[in-house]
RNA sequence: GGCCCCGUCGUCUAGAGGCCUAGGACACGGCCCUUUCAAGGCCGCGACACGGGUUCGAAUCCCGUCGGGGUCACCA
């Protein structure tokens, strides 16, 4: 039997961190068995622009290099892959429940089911349904719609025994049925409810194995009664833990940013994201765009394998001691039995420390590659031969490829270039006497080269009797406007003579 | 509140009775390197929720307590 697995996002116009995280066990899972992963779409009909919503998680999908064998855009033999366009099969599904006395038509009104619910939870009994409004026969039905009632479908759950099924992460589990509410499966404007449409989906689709998060555990034994109820195989279950908010156990929401951002980590690595985006002229607001959605990392230049290793670590591990794994690897590692059962929190400074290995890994080339649109988007014009000597100095200091403007000045008209107060005190004015010096050892340095610049400024150091360091601190002010930066010597050298003595002079007045 | 799940350093985790004086990683602190910003090297800080059992021996097994979380919709 081949393994099929599937996510099935609902089109909310973003793509949340920890859903990806199921998605990716699923995907690995599939993977791993040579099976399939389906993309199903969990639209209901009176979803709006379910296009528009969709798009985002789609291009996350494939951003992320999880590619699906069948479902949304692709197609595939068990279609269609979109809920919306499954009424009347479920509806089929709906009868064959009703026909087997496993349903019932229920004419409680909203207000009557809430009632007794409230009733239960103040006198701390279980909430479960009276059926005082169930009709079973077409007089009952004739008699609640004499009333002006309209009927929702229930389901009859069994009233005694139990309900056993394995799940492969958290073993043997047993619930009575006893407490099982009777729910909506098909609610009186006719549509059908999420539990019936999963069940007949994993069905139709041939889903041998789900793997969820645990939110859904309390699911289980009803999706398991319906399975029973209309003779389907049941599936394999895998429950795993949700990823939980930052520094708490509570489930991760998208709802939640401004709680989120009061962690200083957290903080940290949003505002490194807001500062590229600004400058990449988006629009950002923290609801759209923050460490919780994987459009985030996209736009801010993050290295899609960084974040699927972090992912895969959140709640799994191979040895203990491992902490990277090529997709082949954690392909041919991966497994359920060594999926942890509690939950776990999202640490974006430890999914920070998984970029800086991945994108310091990339080669040159590659980095480049990755830079030029950063540039681009900016209004930067820049050769990429410029932008390879630049990147190539940045080094480590390059984390996201965003991080290039960091090194901006490189790319800016030597008109442009602003002269930092504070480096200027520290700098320029405390060093007016060399300044004359420094200007011709960059007017008369031959060949215009990094260890040539050195050895001068060495030589120069040598005979004022300074430090090279606080001679070269000053060359870089002078001429990029700024205290920080790699190598100076190298950034000298890079710009040339020219630019050099032109942003000197303009930067300088001697 | 009912039902269910979970509980090892701040965080992610290793650990399936003796290899545990509890290992690794991120973070954090210090030192070295460096008159920038980093990176790197070295050192350090730091946990078995608690209480009872079982056993020669328990982080590992059992019971209880406490704590945390999920779920109880005509949302998915």
């Known amino acids: 039997m081949t393994v099929r697995t599937r996510f099935a996002p609902s089109p909310t116009g973003y793509l949340h961190i920890g859903g990806v995280r199921t998605a990716l066990f699923n995907w690995l899972f599939a993977r791993k068995h040579g099976g399939q992963f389906i993309l199903r779409i969990d639209d209901t009909d009176q979803q709006r622009n379910v296009e528009a919503a969709l798009e985002p998680i789609l291009r996350g999908f494939r951003w992320l290099g999880l590619h699906w064998d069948e479902g949304a855009e692709v197609g595939g033999p068990h279609g269609p892959y979109y809920q919306s366009a499954k009424l009347p099969r479920y509806q089929e599904a709906v009868a064959q429940l009703l026909a087997a006395g496993c349903a019932y038509w229920d004419y409680a009104t909203p207000e009557e089911f ?267 014009s820049a050769s990429e031969d410029l932008v390879r000597q630049v990147v190539a100095e940045a080094a480590h200091r390059l984390i996201v490829a965003g991080d290039i403007f960091n090194f901006d000045d490189f790319f800016l008209p030597d008109d442009a270039i602003r002269l930092e107060p504070k480096a200027k005190q520290k700098h320029l004015d405390a060093a007016r006497d060399v300044l004359p010096r420094l200007r011709q050892l960059l007017a008369s340095t031959e060949p215009f080269e990094a260890v040539r610049l050195k050895s001068q400024v060495e030589a120069l150091a040598r005979e004022l009797g300074v430090k090279p360091g606080a001679l070269s601190q000053t060359l870089r002010v002078a001429v990029t406007g700024k205290d920080v930066g790699f190598d100076a010597y190298a950034g000298l050298a890079i710009l040339g003579r020219e630019r050099c003595l032109r942003r000197f002079d303009r930067v300088v007045v001697l």
């Not at 799994?316 to 001691?321: E, F, L, Q, Y």
């Open 114 to 380: 809430k009632a007794e619910m409230e009733a239960a939870e103040r006198e701390k009994r279980p909430k479960i349904y009276s059926r005082r409004w169930m009709a079973e026969s077409p007089a009952e039905r004739a008699r609640f719609e004499a009333e002006g009632r309209v009927a929702s479908v229930r389901l009859k759950m069994p009233r005694e025994g139990v309900c056993r099924f394995f799940d492969q992460v958290r073993g043997e589990m047993a619930v009575e049925w006893a407490n099982e509410q009777d729910i909506v499966i098909q609610r009186s404007d006719g549509s059908v409810t999420y539990n019936l449409a999963n069940v007949v989906d994993d069905f139709d689709m041939k889903i041998t194995h789900v793997i969820r998060a645990e939110e859904h555990l309390s699911n289980t034994p009803r999706q398991i009664f319906m399975i029973e109820s209309l003779g389907y195989p049941r599936p394999h279950y895998a429950h795993v833990p949700f990823v939980a908010e930052p520094g708490s156990k509570n489930k991760l929401s998208k709802r939640k940013i401004g709680q989120y951002l009061k962690n200083p980590d957290f903080k940290k690595v949003y505002e490194h994201g807001q500062a590229i985006a600004e400058r990449l002229g988006l629009t950002i607001s923290p609801e759209t765009f923050n460490p919780v959605l994987v459009e985030f990392y996209e736009q801010v230049g993050f290295v899609p394998d960084a974040i699927v290793n972090y992912l895969l670590l959140l709640g799994w591990s191979w040895d203990g001691s491992t902490e990277f794994f090529t997709r082949e690897e954690m392909i041919d590692k991966f497994s359920l039995e060594r999926v942890n059962k509690a939950a776990a929190s999202l640490d974006v400074k430890k999914l920070w420390a998984f970029e800086e290995h991945y994108f310091a890994g990339l080669d040159l080339n590659e980095k480049v590659r990755r830079v030029m649109p950063f540039l681009h988007r900016a209004g930067l």
